[in-house]
């Protein structure tokens, strides 16, 4: 076998198989380059070094890019069960306020959102700016709700692919649906609680292709926007509104 056609091998299984194969073959591959070139490794130890030397080299790269692999996959399993852990916390947190301010069902509630991509947020008119994830895609924001909520005012912004707005309460009370209604126009006092909205179309549901369940959302709540609906060519800029009853 020569130098060349022992480099054409080593070309072919880095580009025609799979990770998985190149690897297992590696070290074989180094003990058949130095038994096959044996005869001539005096004349050509130079190009054999630096033959095996890149064989190596690519052994290391595919065992850091399985640990790469298996970090990512910890750091995903790390967040997952964060999220789950924040949810169980709030839980908690507002059964002992349930317990000790009474059965109001606003009062110790948090809700929950989730935007794509972006978005603000407003209870009666007040807008909150306590909103650290508003433009980061399945990462919530959790919001205690005053007892005194009328109107949750949300704007959603989208500038490209899908687009959505994704709200809900840990016992249901709040989910985004039909219940909703949302405009792509932005009128003098929409957020308040005087504002007659009665003009305004129900949200549309959207039903592409998103990922669900979002941790911390109940699968029963709905992706949210305009009818006007189009990835990445629709309403750019949605704006919807809750009335609380």
Known sequence: MSVLSLTAWTLFLCFVTSCEAAEKSISELIKEAAKALEKDWKSESDVIIHLLDQVNKLDKSLAACQIRQKDFEKQLLGFTDSQKTVKKDIA??????????????????????????????????????????????????????????????????????????????????????????CSNKEEKGWTGTDFNDS???????????????????????????????????????????????
């Open 199 to 245: 003009k305004w179309p129900k949200a549309h549901v959207v039903t592409s292709a998103k990922i669900k369940p979002v941790v911390g959302i109940r699968e029963d709540a709905s992706w949210i926007w305009t009818e006007n609906y189009k990835p990445g060519k629709g309403d750019k800029d949605v704006f919807c509104r809750l009335k609380l009853k």
């Open 92 to 181: 908690d947190l507002d059964s002992k306020l349930n317990e000790c301010c009474g059965k109001d069902p606003h009062h110790g509630q948090h809700i929950f959102i989730d935007w794509d991509d972006k978005g603000q947020l407003w209870l009666n008119g007040q807008e909150i700016k306590e909103l650290r994830h508003s433009a980061e895609l399945f990462i919530l924001d959790a919001i205690l709700l005053p007892t005194d909520t009328k109107v949750i005012a949300l704007k959603g912004t989208n500038n490209e692919g899908d687009a959505g707005i994704l709200v809900s309460t840990l016992d249901g009370f709040i989910l985004t649906n039909t219940s909703w209604k």
